[in-house]
């Protein structure tokens, strides 16, 4: 499945580190979404992007910080990170119409494994 | 509030048993449900879904789960389990003007 991809797909960063992820679909889909992931607990949503505006930001810390240039790629910058934040960071895609609407099936990407020393 | 609950956390079956994974949901309207397949360090791979009709639905990989709206329930299940079926399941819901919603998972192992 290469519709979502996602790099780089390992990081290792100290917690004085900017850093960022990058993903791009290739699937014509207009809503982008982080997730993290993390051991023995659920997926966590951290961000939406419908047709590159941000309509979700689930009360994620600031040193998290995304940015969507256009409805293909989606980016989270990094900086000043805490070992906590050691996770699979997984991103997606779905072709969404109207906020409000249903959100059509997530694709997602094969995602980034981060560890922050 | 809408929540996604899968009973087991973890479950070992020999290869060529059957299996089912349960999925329970918790939601005012009906919802949109999903499987998704979880491979030792790779994203989600979606199995099936289920928005309307037959509520027996049919995935990859010979997987299928059934709707059951009286059970709040999307079970998922496979007749015959392959040694490359061991992975992380997750259950997911969506309704309108949500995000999706996910089940913590069940993880499979598979004995030979």
């Known amino acids: 499945e290469t519709g979502v991809t996602q790099t780089p797909r390992h990081l290792v960063m100290g917690m004085t580190n900017k850093k960022s992820l990058k993903c791009e679909q290739h699937l014509g889909h207009n809503a982008m979404y982080w997730y993290k992931q993390s051991a023995k607990k659920p997926l966590e949503l951290m961000f939406v992007y419908n047709f590159k505006e941000q309509t979700e930001n689930n009360s994620v810390p600031s040193r998290f910080s995304p940015e969507c240039p256009n409805s293909s790629h989606l980016f989270l910058h990094l900086h000043t990170l805490q070992p906590e934040d050691s996770a699979l960071y997984l991103c997606?895609?779905?072709?969404?119409?109207?906020?409000?609407?249903?959100?059509?099936?997530?694709?997602f990407g094969p995602g980034t494994r981060l560890l922050v020393l | 509030a809408q929540s996604v609950t899968q009973p087991d956390i973890h479950i070992t079956v020999s290869e060529g048993a059957s299996l089912e994974l349960r999925c329970n949901y918790s939601y005012g309207a009906t919802p949109y449900l999903f499987w998704y397949v979880q491979s030792p360090g790779q994203g989600l791979q979606l199995l099936l879904k289920?928005?309307?009709?037959?509520?027996l639905v049919q995935g990859i990989k010979g997987f299928e789960a059934e709707f059951k709206r009286s059970q709040s329930s999307f079970n998922l299940r496979k007749p015959s389990v392959h040694w490359s079926d061991a992975a992380e399941y997750f259950c997911?819901?969506?309704?309108?003007?949500?995000?999706?919603?996910f089940g913590p998972g069940t993880r499979l192992s598979v004995l030979p």
């Open positions: 997606a895609s779905s072709q969404e119409a109207q906020r409000g609407d249903l959100q059509e099936t997530q694709y």
């Open positions: 997911a819901v969506v309704t309108y003007g949500q995000n999706f919603v």
């Open positions: 289920y928005f309307s009709g037959d509520t």
